[in-house]
């Protein structure tokens, strides 16, 4: 069954993700913000796919606080875990922040908050999930 990893420190943002996820998506979704069970979860292999917050306030990897950003951008620059595709949620959508925040995370796409298209979400992580 395809996984796919929420990274999320709202918990009702993150419940909203992991509902429709399931539901529509019939995936598997684990949903969390700490750092050492991120990494954790990615060095097992398991994970298909990575939908990653911008602003996480409380994430933590080795003592170092990172937000979502910097963590898509360790993930991408990880020989074992380039491969896993990474949407970026964030509530900053205004003009050429996508853009730019795309390219300071090395992320795959991005997806505004708060989610109102349901079925854009389902959309997008098939489409990365077919090219795997």
Not at 16 to 42: A, H, M, Y
Not at 50 to 76: A, E, W
Not at 88 to 115: C, N, Q, V, W
């Amino acid at each position: 069954m395809v996984h796919v990893l929420v990274v999320e420190d709202d918990a009702m943002t993150a419940q909203l993700f992991k509902i429709i996820l399931e539901r529509k998506g019939g995936f598997k979704v684990t949903v969390t913000d700490n750092g050492e069970e991120i990494i954790n979860l990615l060095n097992s292999g398991d994970v298909n796919l990575i939908i990653m917050d911008v602003s996480l306030p409380g994430t933590f990897v080795n003592g170092v606080q990172v937000d979502g950003l910097k963590l898509s951008r360790m993930i991408k620059e990880n020989e074992i875990t380039s491969k896993i595709p990474i949407i970026l949620a964030t509530a900053h959508a205004m003009r050429g922040d996508a853009e730019r925040f795309l390219e300071e995370s090395k992320a795959d796409d991005y997806i505004p908050k708060p989610i109102v298209d349901h079925n854009l979400l389902i959309e997008k992580v098939k489409k990365y999930l077919q090219n795997e």
